[in-house]
């Protein structure tokens, strides 16, 4: 009857409208239901708007009957879509690529005016004490070392804890305990070692000393230099990795 394909056309396009809202079920209950799918073929009559009105008819039976086979966790599935990234394994929470470094005074002084919390301040104070005389990669160097250190879950995990630690009856940077103000007189390399803090602290890349966590001036030979490998010579200073 007219009146009955009329009303089950009307049925199907009420299910067309769920069926946009679900368009991932829509794929999988056409494979769940390929061989039912495989009998509709394209109709060769001479009237083609009731061709496709019978193989429309024809899909949404099967869809319901796809759907009443269906286990309650499979239709909840279909109703809830597609379960959003876990945003610790999505692309965006991976960490950042290091940002590359241009050893240069020009460079350093185009990145952004040093400013910052507790953690740059002790960085910038350790760089000013002990590398401000040392040439511009000799002071990264100095830095990389306190950051490897802070990463290498054998010191402190802080640049201000790493600086000032203590232990044997010394202190770990020289400048801590030796007795003298900890003022920064010297404008130039207070504004310097600011600028490489702030650098290495945004993320700044660590190509300098191969993983470095000791340093000590050319002038003097270190009992424990023997002890590590040596992995960088810059400046007046050397560079250590624990083997």
């Not at 002790?122 to 100095?142: I, P, W």
């Not at 590590?228 to 250590?240: D, P």
């Amino acid at each position: 009857m007219v009146s009955g394909e009329v009303a089950e056309i009307d049925l199907g396009q009420e299910h067309m409208h769920v069926s946009h809202r679900w368009t991932g079920a829509l794929v999988a209950l056409m494979v769940l239901s390929g061989a039912a799918f495989a009998e509709v073929t394209v109709s060769t009559a001479t009237n083609p708007t009731a061709a496709l009105s019978a193989e429309f008819a024809s899909l949404m039976n099967t869809e319901h009957a796809t759907m009443n086979t269906m286990e309650v966790e499979d239709l909840s599935a279909v109703a809830t879509g597609p379960k959003p990234l876990d945003p610790q394994n999505s692309v965006a929470s991976q960490p950042a690529a290091p940002k590359a470094i241009d050893y240069t005074y020009q460079w350093l002084m185009t990145q952004n005016a040093p400013e910052g919390g507790a953690e740059w301040d002790c960085l910038r104070k350790a760089l000013y004490f002990e590398a401000r005389g040392e040439t511009l990669k000799g002071q990264y160097a100095v830095a990389e070392v306190i950051l490897n250190r802070v990463d290498s879950g054998l010191y402190p995990d802080s640049v201000c804890e790493v600086v000032g630690q203590k232990g044997s009856g010394s202190c770990q940077f020289s400048y801590v305990c030796d007795g003298h103000s900890d003022k920064m007189r010297e404008a130039g390399a207070v504004e310097i070692a600011g600028r490489i803090a702030a650098v290495m602290l945004s993320g700044g890349e660590r190509g300098l000393t191969d993983g470095a966590t000791y340093f000590h001036s050319k002038a003097v030979f270190p009992s424990w230099a023997n002890r590590f490998t040596r992995t960088a010579s810059i400046g007046a200073h050397m560079f250590y990795a624990a083997n």
